[in-house]
């Protein structure tokens, strides 16, 4: 069993920059893929990024990708989320999330545990 807990949200001006974290406990992340989701109020559940378990390739959905970074560190078993350039369609709860495969998964069927979410809210 992986507990994840996220960190870092709050609330922003426009253009602005937050650095999301997710730690880990119960296992070691070294054996998971991970990702980022969000949910804003009214909408679907939307992949935002992922990353493989040793770091080496990341995917990122394409209205984040150049103002978002994913990243990992698995000696403090933690991932992260730094986001760049926030606009306000970025205000949502985000989650992290833990795969049952080693690869940068962006499907959520893939992804065995989920964190409860950290808000983030972005001004005009």
Not at 21 to 39: E, F, I, P
Not at 90 to 119: E, I, K, L, M, N
Request: glycine share 10%; aromatic share 10%; proline share 2%.
């Amino acid at each position: 069993q992986v507990q994840l807990v996220e960190s870092g949200g709050g609330l922003v001006q426009a253009g602005a920059s937050l650095r999301l974290s997710c730690a880990a406990s119960g296992r070691t992340l070294l054996s998971y893929g991970m990702g980022w989701y969000r949910q804003a109020p009214g909408k679907e559940r939307e992949f935002v990024a992922a990353i493989s378990h040793n770091g080496g390739n990341t995917r990122y959905a394409d209205s984040v990708k150049g103002r978002f970074t994913i990243s990992r560190d698995n000696a403090k078993n933690t991932l992260y989320l730094q986001m760049n350039s926030l606009k306000p369609e970025d205000t949502a709860v985000y989650h992290c999330a833990a795969a049952r495969v080693f690869t940068a998964a962006t499907v959520p069927s893939q992804f065995a545990y989920w964190g409860q979410g950290t808000q983030v809210t972005v001004s005009s």
